[in-house]
């Protein structure tokens, strides 16, 4: 057995086996070029790939150096593989999933869940995002090379309720220096010409390639081919209400009798102190169903209430943006359609709003209108036909989550993974070792 595990053919057989099956995966069959320089490396020999260590040492042994070298190599190529293959870390920097997922809350997402897709710019500094460490504009990635978007075959599809990672559908475009607000935010309030020209204030303005922009986590509340409508926060999916999720939470306001509320009363309801708005004998928490039953029951609490935009007050910065002809809230919100690959709308003035940005920017067509007429790649078009699936995303802390009712459809392309399971809890309110969330270690993210 020990001769079969040790001859050059069996291993040979065994790597080119597993290539295989890899590129097959892949789906780009020109990598299959690359047998035979495993082929080589296992039976002929004759180039010397490992060019950092000596070919046939004296000793038979490397030197030190040269073995760590080696071992750094091997674990940078073995842990890129992975992460963009299989499974990558993820931190929640937010409390747009507050109860589900909380601030300090350390993850895994699963690449494999609806396939892992194939980076857009593959030269990159390894294991950093899109900037290099210390650094605020010097990019970690080349665009020399630009591959189009292809996803390997998952073991599922994006499904309702999924909590997913993706990437920022307005990250296309950034000013550095508020890197965190979205660019086309910062233009609908200050205007274009400001936010270019105000360089002290805003920064140079950049462009972030799909897999470069910022990573986000929301539930999937509707999928491809979904209509979606908000009543009094209530969200309806094909006209059923969803489903109940227990980490759902509102803000409200709670009233007291002017007495303070005990903060190792709301510790124990696990409200951070960042959520704590105080004015008076008023609070303004984020709650849960299960923490608003609770609040009602302390003696100094004369009332909670939930905070509600009526219908018809519009907010202009929702999508898709047109107070006037959809003055819509994040109470009140809709009807809208969720796009489906393959699947053709009836373009007109009146809904563009909603696939001006799929059509131009997502799908990469010129997009003109003049004289009342829409035009698609210098055509009059009053149709379309979508060539990607979308979603809708949304963050379980309803009233401070920016989401898919502040920017529109989140497409395929930019689906990243699903959140698998939380391996590590660290409460930013409280010191070592009591910041640690013991109770949440391993939990699956539902």
């Known amino acids: 057995m020990r001769s079969i595990l040790t001859n050059k053919w069996f291993k040979f057989a065994i790597v080119a086996l597993v290539y295989t099956l890899w590129v097959i995966w892949l789906g780009i069959y020109w ?9 080589d490396i296992y039976i002929t020999q004759k180039v010397h790939w490992a060019f950092w260590k000596k070919k046939n040492p004296p000793d038979g042994k490397q030197t030190k150096v040269v073995e760590w070298v080696d071992a750094i190599i091997f674990a940078v190529i073995a842990a890129s593989f992975i992460r963009m293959f299989f499974i990558e870390a993820y931190t929640i920097p937010t409390s747009s999933m507050e109860k589900t997922m909380l601030v300090g809350d350390y993850l895994f997402v699963s690449k494999t869940a609806y396939g892992p897709k194939l980076p857009n710019t593959p030269i990159s500094f390894p294991f950093v995002h899109h900037t290099m460490p210390l650094t605020k504009t010097v990019k970690s990635y080349s665009d020399a090379i630009q591959w189009k978007y292809h996803r390997l075959k998952g073991f599922s599809h994006v499904h309702r309720n999924d909590v997913v990672v993706f990437n920022f559908p307005e990250g296309d475009t950034v000013a550095v220096n508020m890197q965190a607000q979205s660019y086309y935010q910062l233009v609908r309030m200050y205007g274009r010409e400001r936010v270019w020209n105000d360089k002290r204030t805003f920064g140079d303005i950049i462009y972030r390639p799909v897999d470069k922009r910022e990573n986000y986590i929301k539930r999937c509340v509707a999928i491809p081919g979904d209509s979606l409508k908000i009543v009094n926060a209530q969200v309806f999916v094909n006209g059923k209400a969803q489903i109940t999720i227990p980490g759902l939470q509102y803000d409200y306001i709670v009233t007291t009798d002017g007495t303070a509320i005990n903060p190792e009363a709301l510790d124990r309801l696990h409200i951070s102190k960042a959520d704590r708005h105080r004015n008076g004998a008023q609070y303004m928490f984020p709650l849960t169903k299960e923490n608003v039953g609770k609040l009602k029951k302390f003696s100094n609490v004369i009332s909670v209430e939930r905070m509600n935009m009526p219908a018809g007050r519009p907010d202009p910065n929702i999508f898709p943006f047109d107070p006037k002809d959809y003055p819509w809230n994040v109470d009140n919100f809709g009807p809208i359609w969720i796009p489906k690959k393959g699947a053709t709308v009836h373009l007109t003035l009146k809904n563009l709003p909603f696939y001006r940005r799929i059509i131009r920017v997502y799908e990469k067509n010129k997009l003109a209108v003049k004289d009342s007429t829409i035009y698609i790649n210098d055509k009059p078009a009053d149709s379309y036909t979508f060539n ?59």
């Open 31 to 39: 990598w299959f070029f690359g047998l035979i320089m495993i082929f």
């Open 388 to 446: 990607m699936n979308y979603y809708w995303m949304m963050g379980d802390n309803r009233h401070n989550s920016a989401d898919s009712r502040y920017w529109g459809f989140v497409p395929e392309d930019h689906v990243v993974g699903k959140a698998s399971f939380i391996w590590l809890s660290l409460n930013k309110d409280k010191s070592f070792p009591a910041n640690i969330r013991w109770n949440r270690f391993f939990k699956k993210v539902e």
